[in-house]
Nanobody, 130 residues
């Protein structure tokens, strides 16, 4: 069964950095576009960064361009999200997800928490606060 497990979240001060990891099990990750999403309290889940199966193409939401970097290591079945210069507005639960046959931009822009045929991890909390 296809599963994701996210880790690396925590409490960080403004301006700090975190690296999130998303480990896949039950399938071979290199066939899938994968994205990182976040959901803040009272807000819809949004795509922040997505990456193609072999990492040749990426997409970033405008709100995180130049601040977040998505990468992957298919030998470890893992996708990463490096987050720098964190701000209080980056506080959210961060999820990784995939949807079969989704292109990079499509996955990030058109995926909602209720989108059919989307596989989600359980999420990891990121809190940016002094």
């Amino acid at each position: 069964q296809l599963q994701f497990v996210e880790s690396g979240g925590g409490l960080v001060q403004p301006g700090g950095s975190l690296r999130l990891s998303c480990v896949a099990s039950g399938f071979t990750l290199d066939r899938y576009t994968v994205g990182w999403f976040r959901q803040a309290p009272g807000k819809e889940r949004e795509g922040v960064a997505c990456i193609s199966p072999f990492g040749s193409s990426t997409y970033y939401a405008d709100s995180v361009k130049g601040q977040f970097t998505i990468s992957r290591d298919n030998t470890k079945n893992t996708v990463y999200l490096q987050m720098n210069s964190l701000k209080p507005e980056d506080t959210a639960v961060y999820y990784c997800a995939t949807r079969a046959f989704a292109a990079v931009r499509d996955l990030c822009i058109n995926t909602r928490s209720s989108t059919a045929n989307t596989y989600w991890g359980q999420g990891t909390q990121v809190t940016v606060s002094s």
